[in-house]
Nanobody, 124 residues
Framework: VQLQASGGGFVQPGGSLRLSCVVS????????FGWFRQAPGKERTWVSV????????VYAETVKGRFTISRDGARRAVYLQMNSLRPEDTSIYYC??????????????????WGQGTQVTVSS
């Protein structure tokens, strides 16, 4: 396993979770990483992605202002802080890394390395 995601769980609306993704075995020169999610019966969509060198970071409109993506300086771990969670945030969350150019950061098919996913459930 090259990316190991953790931190998911069950939380009430308005709560917070912090997802972590430990990176191992992946070439350290990857240029981008991101978080994606997939709800049952739906396609995988991007949540937040960032270019490592430029620091360019984008968030999906549905999570902007609530979620924050970050990484450690050694490129060995990436995080997703999720605040003010809503029931519609319920999904399996996946971390990903790869050599991705800025114009295609949101395209999940451009990422070569994926974590196994961690379930986030938001419900009262």
């Amino acid at each position: 396993v090259q990316l190991q995601a953790s931190g998911g769980g069950f939380v009430q609306p308005g709560g917070s979770l912090r997802l972590s993704c430990v990176v191992s075995g992946v070439p350290l020169n990857y240029t981008a990483f991101g978080w994606f999610r997939q709800a049952p019966g739906k396609e995988r969509t991007w949540v937040s992605v960032t270019a490592v060198t430029s620091g360019m970071t984008v968030y999906a409109e549905t999570v902007k202002g609530r979620f924050t993506i970050s990484r450690d300086g050694a490129r060995r771990a990436v995080y997703l802080q999720m605040n003010s969670l809503r029931p519609e945030d319920t999904s399996i969350y996946y971390c990903a890394a790869g050599n991705v150019i800025s114009s295609t950061l949101r395209d999940s098919t451009k990422y070569a390395y994926w974590g196994q996913g961690t379930q986030v459930t938001v419900s009262s």
